[in-house]
Structure formats: C-alpha cells, structure tokens
C-alpha cells in the first residue's frame, strides 16, 4: 500500500479585518440614541401626569369651595330667622368671599354667590324659586370669579348652580 502525503493548504492570503472595523460602535451609538430619546419620552409622560394630577387636586378644592359658598347662600334663604333678618322677599346681594376666607388649601380660591328669584302664587301662598349660582376659582379677577382673561395654566374654575324654594303665606309666615 502506498502511502501519501497530505498536501499542505495554501493561504489566501492576509484577512482583511479592517473592512469590519466600526460596525460595533455605529450599533453602540444606536442604541444609545434610542434610549435617549425614551427616556426623553418618559420624563415629559411622567411631567405631564403630574401636571395633571396637580391639577385634578386643585379642581376638588375649588369645588369644595363653590359647595361652601351654595350652602351659605342655601342657609341664607331657608334660615333667615336664624340669621336675624326677615325672611328674603328678594334676593341677597352678590356676595364675593376673598381668598383668605377660607382656611389652608382651600384658601387658595375665591367664589362669588349670585341669586336670582321666581315668585310665584299657589293656593294663596307665595313660592319663592330661588336660583343660587357659586363660581370659585384660584386666580380672581379684582377679588372675583369668574376671571375669563386668566393666563395662567393652572387656573381653575368650578361654577355650581341650584335651585330652591320657601313658602310663604299672605302673612309672611312660613307654610
């Protein structure tokens, strides 16, 4: 048996590593580059829920306020013997509360209370229809609300309206 010899592989030559050099850091920058950009996107989704979750807490305040200043005026037209006044043929006069009537965080909003009145005669007693309007809101315009010029991006506003009623006889007296 003969006996052969392995023939010795030639080389080809120097491997052009050059040619691959770069791609590594093009791919680095990449990606870096994106998780700017989502951590960009992040912060300004998470300013933004904060904004507004800031501004959810001051629309519950300025509401809370605008409930006061209904009951007030509620109080005013059911209970004006207990306020020592006779009771209302007509409406109260506009009253506007400052900012600083109302104690910690609420007192960051004023309100105005309006009322308008319905009379009307039934069975020889008057029913009067009180219509209570309550507006607060965090940036007032000469002490009042509503401020329609506000430029402010944290303004806030609440308007409530509701209507009640008394009754009273030919005598004044309650029914």
Same mark, same amino acid.
């Given at each position: 048996?003969?006996?052969?010899?392995?023939v010795?592989? *030639?080389?080809r030559?120097?491997?052009?590593?050059?040619?691959?050099?770069g791609?590594?850091?093009i791919?680095?920058?990449?990606?870096?580059v /994106?998780?700017?950009?989502l951590?960009?996107?992040?912060?300004?989704?998470t300013?933004? *829920?904060d904004?507004?979750? %800031?501004?959810?807490?001051l629309?519950?305040r300025a509401?809370?306020v605008t409930?006061a200043? /209904?009951?007030?005026?509620?109080y *005013?037209i @059911? $209970?004006?013997?207990?306020?020592g006044?006779a009771?209302?043929?007509?409406?109260?006069?506009? @009253?506007?509360? &400052?900012?600083?009537?109302?104690? %910690?965080a609420?007192?960051?909003?004023a309100?105005r209370?309006?009322c308008?009145?319905?009379?009307a005669?039934?069975s %020889?007693?008057?029913?009067?229809?009180? @219509?209570?309007?309550a507006?607060?809101? $965090?940036?007032?315009?000469? %002490?009042?609300? &509503?401020n329609?010029?506000?430029?402010? &991006?944290?303004y806030v506003?609440?308007?409530?309206t509701?209507?009640t009623?008394?009754?009273?006889t030919?005598? $004044?007296?309650?029914c």
């Open positions: 048996m003969r006996r052969t010899r392995p010795p592989l *030639r080389s030559g120097p491997v052009c590593i050059a040619a691959h050099s791609f590594a850091l791919a680095a920058i990449a990606i870096l /994106i998780l700017a950009a951590g960009g996107f992040i912060l300004s989704v300013a933004l *829920r904004q507004s979750a %800031g501004l959810d807490i629309g519950t509401l809370n409930r200043g /209904i009951e007030w005026g509620m *005013r @059911q $209970n004006p013997e207990d306020t006044a009771p209302l043929a007509a409406c109260f006069a506009t @009253q506007d509360f &400052p900012k600083t009537t109302f104690d %910690g609420q007192g960051m909003f309100v209370v309006t308008s009145l319905t009379n005669v039934e %020889g007693n008057t029913i009067r229809i009180f @219509q209570l309007t507006v607060a809101c $965090n940036d007032p315009a000469a %002490g009042a609300c &509503p329609n010029a506000s430029a402010s &991006p944290a506003e609440r308007k409530i509701v209507l009623e008394t009754c009273r030919a005598a $004044n007296a309650v």
